[in-house]
């Protein structure tokens, strides 16, 4: 069921008795803005801690005890043009409980996000204060996380003409400084009123008793378009490359390709293979040529960004090795436009992928995100038998295409004096 209950706040249920616990999941969706990102982070940490009703963690945390147990948690992420704050609550299932927890679980929820734990239009100083803390500290640590500073550095130098995009989906140290909890209590004021939300309920539950659980939230009407999703950056002729020094034993190597692709739309599924073949997989050129038989990184392999056009290759190499490494990777992606891999292959990274999507399909958390997907995007898979037939359909001259569409736009080499 997936109904809109307001303008801009739907809800979707999916009854399920395949699993033993019952799955709540609330997403705000807002367009991706540089100003806001780092608000919305902090706002999720600040809502996890307490509330007016639980105002320590501790409270907050016996009362999950008390609910068997229950999981409860808050994170952002980003989806192409959307930036996401994504609330999840799961429980034992009623069938194997003395008294229904999914009524309880909904108050809960309710408790969190429309009594937060204010005094006079502000959050709580100490509990703001120590989170700011704690998020700036998370922030500055990834200074020491060398794979995550090639992989942000590369992003933002390939998304640089674009700071909404260029920005970590969690936020930058220079936007934490300034927030404030009043700053911050006026942002909470007006993501309630203007984010779009979709509530969605997994578990053998019963659709109309699940929506008067909901019923009475008090969430307005807001704009009821479904916001844009899929970015694409246009391509530019030139490569654009960095080279940042660090004290580092193990040199970095990343690169940013533009994938001319569609979402959901036709070519996504050669695109899906044409990656998998690439760099995506332990079957892939990348890993077995360029790691296996060359022995020239430590780790090789990419991933495919379908809400941004972004295919990302990450490597951990030494220094001295990087033109090598890049000419290796150049072949890579040279080999499957020309067509230089055999039928087997082929097949075998199409059933890999086939069987990573059927095992997903036994995740409550893949299927209320499958859930959203299909709402924001309508060419979205229905089904795990809609997606394997359009992997099946893949044939080779599709996956040569799709890998010819990839083109190389930014490199980002993070070394220092050990690793050359």
Same mark, same amino acid.
């Given at each position: 069921?997936?109904?809109? &209950? ?15 616990? %019952?799955? *709540? ?13 780092? =608000? ?21 945390? +016996? ?17 192409? #043009? ?29 408790? *969190?996000?429309?009594?937060?734990? &204010? ?12 989170? =700011? ?57 007006? &993501? ?32 009821? %378009?479904?916001?844009?999703? +899929? ?20 040199? #970095? ?18 695109t899906l293979v044409a990656e998998e073949l690439f760099g995506g997989s332990s079957l892939s050129l990348l890993f077995t040529n360029v ?11 990419? &991933?495919?960004?379908?809400?941004r056009g972004l295919m990302l290759v990450q490597t951990g190499i030494e220094g001295k090795d990087r033109q090598q490494v890049a000419d290796? *990777? ?16 082929? =097949?075998?990274? =199409? ?15 893949f299927l209320t995100n499958q859930a959203l997907y299909q709402l924001l995007v309508p060419d979205a898979p229905q089904n795990f038998d ?5 992997? #099946? ?13 990839? #083109? ?13």
């Amino acid at each position: 069921m997936r109904k809109e &209950m307001k303008p801009g706040v739907w809800l979707i249920v999916l009854p399920t008795t395949q699993f033993k616990t %019952t799955r *709540i999941n609330v997403q705000f969706l807002a367009p991706l803005q540089r100003a806001t990102v780092t =608000k919305r982070t902090l706002l999720t940490s600040l809502l996890e801690t307490n509330s007016a009703v639980y105002p320590t963690q501790a409270a907050l945390s +016996a009362h999950l005890e008390s609910l068997y147990g229950a999981n409860f948690s808050i994170g952002v992420a980003r989806e192409g #043009k959307l930036h996401r704050i994504g609330v999840t609550m799961s429980t034992v299932d009623d069938r194997f409980t003395d008294t229904p927890l999914l009524p309880q679980a909904a108050a809960f929820l309710r408790t *969190i996000l429309f009594e937060p734990n &204010m005094q006079a239009g502000s959050f709580d100083e100490a509990t703001f204060a120590r989170e =700011k803390e704690n998020l700036d500290h998370y922030l500055a640590s990834l200074d020491d996380d060398r794979q995550t500073q090639a992989a942000l550095g590369v992003q933002q130098l390939y998304f640089g003409a674009d700071q909404d995009q260029a920005i970590p989906s969690f936020g930058t140290r220079e936007d934490l400084a300034s927030l404030t909890a009043s700053s911050l209590a006026a942002y909470y004021q007006e &993501m309630m009123q203007h984010d779009q939300v979709v509530i969605t309920v997994l578990g053998d539950v019963d659709p109309e008793q699940v929506a008067a659980l909901f019923a009475d939230w008090p969430l307005d009407a807001r704009s009821q %378009t479904v916001p844009a999703v +899929a970015f694409d950056l246009p391509t530019h002729p030139d490569v654009l490359t960095q080279t940042t020094k660090v004290n580092a034993q193990q040199a #970095k190597f990343d690169l940013a390709y533009h994938v001319e692709t569609d979402l959901m739309g036709p070519k996504y599924a050669a695109t899906l293979v044409a990656e998998e073949l690439f760099g995506g997989s332990s079957l892939s050129l990348l890993f077995t040529n360029v790691r296996e038989k060359a022995s020239l990184a430590y780790y090789a392999s990419s &991933m495919f960004d379908a809400f941004r056009g972004l295919m990302l290759v990450q490597t951990g190499i030494e220094g001295k090795d990087r033109q090598q490494v890049a000419d290796l *990777i150049r072949d890579q992606l040279a080999a499957v436009v020309n067509g230089d891999f055999s039928d087997a292959l082929l =097949k075998a990274v =199409k059933d890999g992928i086939l069987d990573h999507q059927r095992a997903a399909y036994d995740s409550p958390r893949f299927l209320t995100n499958q859930a959203l997907y299909q709402l924001l995007v309508p060419d979205a898979p229905q089904n795990f038998d809609e997606f394997a037939q359009r992997i #099946k359909a893949v044939d080779r001259q599709a996956v040569q295409q799709a890998a010819a569409d990839m #083109k190389l736009q930014a490199t980002y080499f993070l070394t220092g004096e050990d690793s050359e």
